[in-house]
């Protein structure tokens, strides 16, 4: 019976296994096939290997994409874990008249679509001019990463998780003499990596995924993001599919990247239980 039990579970781990390796094993296949393969095809082996399909993509625009993708993620995850963090501080440890309200004020913008606010979004970027080129903030790294910098779901997780954070600790820290900001970013900071940890891979991943903003910000190819450049590309019937699934392959892999990287902290803060607030 217990032999039957364990055939059965181990059945069950290679199904599973079996539904989530083979899309990913027909995707590398295809892309780095000398042959030009069929993407449905129920057994896509390879026929010789090849970066044709990835040094092609590289060309068509996926390395400048890619280059604003990481400029934009780069300056907009710390910008946004900055503001949130400082934000979730107030919340959590400042009492004030209508931090209730503020709360689900903050909250309430995760209810709402980003397509209910897009075309305002855009007039209020538009009307917006940079300090030293005079310009608006449409069509630079500006309007691509300031909307991003204000994002309810860290400054909520956090904001619960510095709620734990026990008040001995600061009380301590102000009979040494330390201000405000000291005890932020000596003692509570420091405390909540965990859920740092959580919010910068839930951060990179909103960032990095963002289509409706680059688009909508970006008038010129130079400043398209890679999410807009893989989408042109797949709606392009000149490219051969090994083509456009490398473009699809580039823009996973540093989301997994940056999950390896990250993984204990997220864990952590799951585990911790920073999502409940």
């Known amino acids: 019976m217990r032999i039957r039990t364990r055939a059965g579970v181990w059945l069950l781990y290679a199904l599973v296994a079996f539904v989530f390796v083979y899309p990913l094993w027909t995707v590398v296949a295809t892309v ?5 393969a069929r993407l449905g095809a129920m057994m896509n082996v390879p026929h010789g290997l090849t ?44 009492r004030f008249k209508g931090a209730g309200v ?9 209810m709402m679509p980003e397509e209910v606010i897009a075309v305002p979004l855009f007039q209020v970027l538009g009307k917006i001019h940079q300090p030293f080129t005079g310009g608006t903030l ?18 909520y997780v956090l904001t619960g998780f510095m709620k734990r954070v026990p008040l001995e600790l600061e009380e301590a820290a102000r009979i040494d003499g330390a201000g405000d900001f000291r005890i932020f970013w000596r003692i509570v900071l420091p405390v ?6 959580t919010c910068a891979v839930f951060g990179f991943l909103m960032i990095w995924d963002q289509y409706l903003l680059p688009l909508l910000v970006s008038q010129t190819p130079k400043m398209d993001t ?3 450049v893989v ?34 902290l997220f864990e952590r803060g799951l ?4 999502l409940k607030g």
């Open 32 to 36: 780095f096939s000398k042959r030009q």
């Open 51 to 94: 970066g044709a399909n990835v040094s092609q993509a590289w060309h068509l625009g996926v390395a400048r994409g890619l280059l604003n993708s990481l400029i934009v993620v780069a300056v907009g995850l710390t910008l946004q874990l900055t503001v949130s963090s400082l934000a979730a501080y107030a919340l959590a440890r400042k």
């Open 231 to 264: 989408t042109s590309l797949q709606s392009s019937q000149e490219q051969g599919e090994g083509v456009r699934l490398a473009a699809v392959l580039i823009l996973a892999v540093p989301g997994v990247l940056v999950y390896l990287a990250l993984q204990r």
């Open 192 to 197: 909540c990596r965990p859920a740092l940890g």
């Open 138 to 155: 449409v069509n630079s790294y500006g309007g691509l990463i300031l909307p991003l910098v204000g994002w309810a779901l860290p400054v």
């Open 102 to 110: 503020v709360m689900l004020a903050i909250l309430a913008t995760m």
């Open 271 to 274: 585990l911790s239980g920073s």
């Open 226 to 228: 890679l999410t807009v």
